[in-house]
């Protein structure tokens, strides 16, 4: 079971481990889902939007949205909807209203590179975030907000079980 405030920690050894990541939780994220990214520069984000694309059909290449902000894939089994707020100040974010994706566009995953620099969170998510340490490849804790986030976890927690993840 996945208790509120519990978490699941993945480890990543390399970027295959982090895209099979990203297509774990194609699989069990429905649309609606908000999934927060949060890790330093070069942490694997991206990495994990890709494998999310792939999980959901998406053909076309994932690219970091840095300079266009947003990303939207329309054309798989979800919409996906990438988010990247590094270059944004808070007041710059709160202007492009991130909001619209989780509340007004048609109901996809929408995938929140920098969080931190959202002004409101959203009320539900999924939020991955990257521990720092020196190895060679990364480790994720993920961490559920709201009663479907908790569902969503203890579907991955089951597949870590399983020797599924990643
Ligand atoms: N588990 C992993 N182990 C080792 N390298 C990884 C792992 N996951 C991703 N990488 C590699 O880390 C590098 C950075 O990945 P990526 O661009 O996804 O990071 P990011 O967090 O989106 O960066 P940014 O903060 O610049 O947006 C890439 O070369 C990617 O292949
Ligand atoms: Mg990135």
Known sequence: MVPAGACVVVELPDATAT???GMALADVLPAGAVLLLQGELGSGKTTLVQG?????????????????LVHEYPEG????????????????????????????????????????????????????????????????ELTAQGPDPQQWLRQLQARQAAGQLP
């Open 19 to 21: 895209v099979r990541l």
């Open 77 to 140: 089994r979800i919409p996906l909807y990438h988010l990247d707020l590094y270059r944004l100040s808070t007041a710059e974010v709160q202007q492009l209203q991130p909001e619209y994706y989780w509340q007004e566009a048609p109901p996809g995953i929408v995938a929140v590179e920098w969080p931190e620099r959202l002004p409101v969170w959203p009320s539900c998510y999924i939020h991955v975030r990257w521990q720092n340490d020196s190895s060679a490849g990364r480790r994720v």
């Open 52 to 68: 999310l694309a792939q999980g959901l059909g998406i053909s076309e290449p994932v690219t970091s949205p840095t300079f266009a």
